[in-house]
């Protein structure tokens, strides 16, 4: 079966930096999508893998390993308006994407 | 750029109601669109995807005359709630994916739809 694997909540402070990890095991790949939802809103785009390494846009950094099945988000800088939910989607081989369940991130003062 | 934009906002009406949502990329054509549903502090759930000028795919479960889709032009897609009951009430949001499949999906703002 197809799976999606991400913490389900994770506390930061401000200012700090933040990993989110997602691993996942999905029929082919055609790439990995980051997306941030606050609570009550639609998700926004943040980014896309789809080959290996480091893809850096600002204070976030998304990084994927296809042999390892593996991605994570890194937030810098924290704020606290980035306190949202960060969903983690893999494309499959029929471009259908596999939604993750979201990982809740906390950021205190 | 990849603006969608989704109508109403918000919807409360009374049980037997049809409620139309509509999903319009404003910048882009949009050749795929997806609705999806989402309960609070639940995953986002898939309902179906509509390719411009054919029928819907829906996802096990879903109810195609209940949930009707019509994705008339590359730039509208609508979701129909047929005699919407209590149980329906949820968090409906529509996204848009560009020509080419690889591309991100963008998505509108949702809507919260409420049935007394």
């Known amino acids: 079966g197809q799976n999606i694997d991400q913490p389900t909540e994770m506390t930061a402070t401000e200012g700090a930096i933040v990993q989110i990890n997602c691993t996942y095991q999905?029929?082919?790949?055609?790439?990995l999508f980051w997306y941030q939802q606050h609570a009550g809103e639609a998700p926004t785009f943040l980014s896309y893998n789809v080959l290996d390494g480091l893809e850096e846009k600002g204070r976030f950094s998304s990084f994927l390993s296809r042999s390892k099945g593996y991605s994570y988000l890194l937030l810098k800088e924290l704020q606290m308006k980035d306190s949202a939910s960060y969903l983690c989607a893999v494309m499959d081989s029929n471009y259908q994407l596999i939604w993750g369940a979201g990982t809740k991130l906390i950021i205190k003062p | 750029g990849a603006v969608v934009s989704q109508h109403p906002s918000w919807v409360i009406c009374k049980s037997g109601t049809s409620v139309k949502i509509e999903c319009r990329s404003l910048?882009?054509?949009?050749?795929?669109m997806f609705w999806y549903r989402q309960f609070p502090k639940q995953s986002l759930m898939l309902m179906a995807t509509?390719?411009?000028?054919?029928?819907?795919?829906?996802e096990q479960g879903v109810e195609k005359d209940k949930f009707l889709i019509n994705h008339a032009s590359l730039t509208l897609s609508t979701l129909t709630v047929t005699s919407a009951h209590p149980e329906d009430s949820s968090f409906y949001i529509c996204?848009?994916?560009?020509?080419?499949?690889?591309?991100?999906?963008?998505f509108g703002d949702g809507t919260r739809l409420s049935i007394l």
């Open positions: 509509s390719n411009e000028g054919s029928k819907a795919t829906y």
């Open positions: 910048d882009f054509q949009a050749t795929t």
């Open positions: 999905t029929s082919g790949f055609n790439g």
């Open positions: 996204s848009a994916r560009g020509t080419g499949e690889a591309q991100p999906q963008h």
